[in-house]
């Protein structure tokens, strides 16, 4: 019953492999999103908003401005008072 343990050399390459593997996972177990964000991020952030809100005035101002060239555009094809036809009858 008795059993003869027997140590193993292990080569500096297997432990390089075993080092190399905790190295990566031991970041991604400590390190939690939350404490990630960094000014950097805050500010890059803010300006992809800052760019989303004036993309979104660009596209209401233009819109703004197909309407109006379509409302000129029906007004002048719509024929208005009676410029160019007979004077009514008394």
């Given amino acids: ?3 003869m343990i ?3 050399k292990i080569s500096r390459r297997r432990t390089l492999e075993l080092v190399g593997a ?3 996972a031991a970041p991604t177990l400590i390190v939690s999103h939350a404490e990630a964000q960094t ?3 805050e500010r890059r952030e803010d300006r ?3 760019r989303s809100d004036r ?3 660009r596209r209401d101002r233009r819109d703004d401005r197909q309407e109006g060239r379509a409302d000129r555009r029906e007004d002048r094809r719509t024929p208005q008072g009676t ?3 007979k004077p009514a009858e008394k």
Wanted: glycine share 14%; net charge negative; aromatic share 10%.
């Fill in 55 to 57: 993309r979104e005035d």
């Fill in 83 to 85: 410029t160019g036809t």
């Fill in 39 to 41: 000014p950097g991020m």
């Fill in 6 to 8: 027997k140590s193993e």
């Fill in 48 to 50: 992809r908003e800052g």
């Fill in 1 to 3: 019953m008795s059993e």
């Fill in 22 to 24: 905790f190295a990566f």
